[in-house]
C-alpha cells in the first residue's frame, strides 16, 4: 500500500477542468514539497509539476497546490496528449524514504 | 541542456551480477543527488536509493537495502545501479532521475530523469 494516496482513473472530455488529489500525512506531504510526474503509455515519467511550479515547457493549463497534507494537480483545457498516468511524490521523515501514489490513470474522453 | 542517458535493455539469468548506468551531461555532476526509481510490469513508480556523487553519500529505500548497490563515478559523470545476483521478481524498468537543487538548497523532487532500462531477468 502506498504512503500517498491518489484516485485510481479520472476521466475528463477534451477542454474540461480535472483535478487529480493526493492525500497524504504529516510525515510526507505536511512537511515537504510534492510533485507530479506524467507518464504516458509507459514511457519514461516526466515532471509536469513540482513545488507548485511549472518546470520548462510544461503549458500553463498545468497547476498545482497543496493544503495541509493533501496535494492536487488540475489540468484546465484537457487536451488528448493529457491522457497518462499521473504520479505524485514527495518523502517521507518516518520512512526516511522517498515516496509515491500509487498513480492515476487519466483518461481523456 | 541536461540529460540523463541510460544504458540499453539487458537480459539475464537468475543467479547472474550486472550493472547498468545513467550518464549526465549538461550540469555540474558532482553537486545534484540522481535516485533510482524501479517500475514493475504493470505497476507505479518505487523510489530504491540515491547517491550524492560528489561525497558518494547513498541512501537506500526500506525494501532495498542490501539488495542492490548505487554508486557514481564523477570522472565521467555516471551513476549506476548494480546487482551481485538477480532474482526473476527483478525484472522491471529502472529509471534514474536528478533530484532538484536551487543555488541555496535541495527540494524533495526530481526534475529530470533518464529514458528508462529495461531488465529481464528469466531462465
Known amino acids: 500500500q502506498s504512503a500517498l494516496t491518489q484516485e485510481a482513473s479520472v476521466s475528463g472530455t477534451v477542454g474540461q477542468k480535472v483535478t487529480l488529489s493526493c492525500i497524504g500525512n504529516?510525515?510526507?506531504?505536511?512537511?515537504?514539497?510534492v510533485a507530479w510526474y506524467q507518464q504516458i503509455s509507459h514511457g519514461a515519467p516526466k515532471t509536469v509539476m513540482f513545488r507548485n511550479s511549472l518546470p520548462s515547457g510544461i503549458p500553463d493549463r498545468f497547476s498545482g497546490s497543496k493544503s495541509g497534507t493533501t496535494a492536487s494537480l488540475t489540468i484546465s483545457g484537457l487536451q488528448p496528449e493529457d491522457e497518462a498516468d499521473y504520479y505524485c511524490?514527495?518523502?517521507?521523515?518516518?520512512?526516511?524514504?522517498?515516496?509515491f501514489g500509487g498513480g492515476t490513470k487519466l483518461t481523456v474522453l | 541542456e541536461v540529460q540523463l542517458v541510460q544504458s540499453g535493455a539487458e537480459v539475464k539469468k537468475p543467479g547472474e551480477s550486472l550493472r547498468i548506468s545513467c550518464k549526465a551531461s549538461?550540469?555540474?555532476?558532482?553537486?545534484?543527488?540522481i535516485a533510482w526509481v524501479r517500475q514493475m510490469p504493470g505497476k507505479g513508480l518505487e523510489w530504491m536509493g540515491i547517491v550524492y556523487p560528489g561525497e558518494s553519500d547513498t541512501a537506500y529505500g526500506p525494501s532495498f537495502q542490501g539488495q542492490v548497490t548505487i554508486s557514481a563515478d564523477k570522472s565521467i559523470s555516471t551513476a549506476y545501479l548494480q546487482w551481485s545476483s538477480l532474482k526473476a521478481s527483478d525484472t522491471a524498468m529502472y529509471y534514474c532521475a536528478r533530484r532538484y537543487c536551487s543555488t541555496t538548497s535541495c527540494a524533495e523532487v526530481f526534475d529530470y530523469w533518464g529514458q528508462g532500462t529495461l531488465v529481464t531477468v528469466s531462465s
Open positions: 511524490s514527495t518523502y517521507d521523515y518516518s520512512l526516511s524514504a522517498w515516496v
Open positions: 504529516n510525515n510526507n506531504i505536511g512537511n515537504y514539497a
Open positions: 549538461g550540469y555540474n555532476f558532482i553537486t545534484y543527488w
